[in-house]
């Protein structure tokens, strides 16, 4: 069984149709990247499959249940996380307070060894622990919105331009973690404007256009493919 499958999804944005019969699969263990110029859709599928937006038209099942019109928190108790670009963390809120939020739909014993878990993953947040979150620098910020997301125990986890605004050694560090999340089980959803690295790390991947999918393949597959090095990789086709 798939760990997600997107058949025929419309949504948009009041009349405004951005997604045109988007078709994704994505099986367990991948990491899946999504890559496309801006305004191409890509922040708008992950919002979808998230339950932020509702999509018009097609389906969206998580491990073979429809949850196109479930409500964001219920997806989330499903076992799905959304990294949203610009990370969304509490910024009056503690570091340590951020974590607990992430443990909203948990109501079990292990939360705080699942926060302890993220303090060993990112040892800048367990010495920043009672730090207002407003304070932290941005790379310090997308690993507590990354670390946030995991305490749900996602068996899915959407992350939307990770790597965006971020000095080289902080985009080298979360790269690093998708690495480590996927050898550990995680499936992960990637949209990324460092098209080379997201393919690098990619199983498989996608190319979207004006709210279409135009090109997939494996990631190794589309880092040779002409098209994709002329646009997205700064190449010339040979």
Known sequence: MSMLSVKGLRAGYGKIEVLHNVDMTIEPGQIVTLIGANGAGKTTLLKTVSGLIRPTAGTVELEGANIARRPAHRIVALGMSHVPEGRAILKRMTVLDNLRMGAYVRSDAEIGRDIDKVFERFPVLGERRDQMAATLSGGEQQMLAIGRALIARPRLLLLDEPSLGLAPKFVTRIFLTLRELKTEGKTI??????????????????????????????????????????????????
Do not use: C, H, K, W
């Open 189 to 238: 959803l990637l949209v990324e404007q460092n098209a080379r690295q997201a393919l690098q790390v990619a199983d498989f991947a996608y190319v979207m256009e004006r709210g279409r999918i135009v090109l997939s393949g494996t990631g190794e597959t589309l880092l040779s493919t002409p098209e994709v090095q002329s646009t997205y990789l700064g190449q010339r086709a040979a």
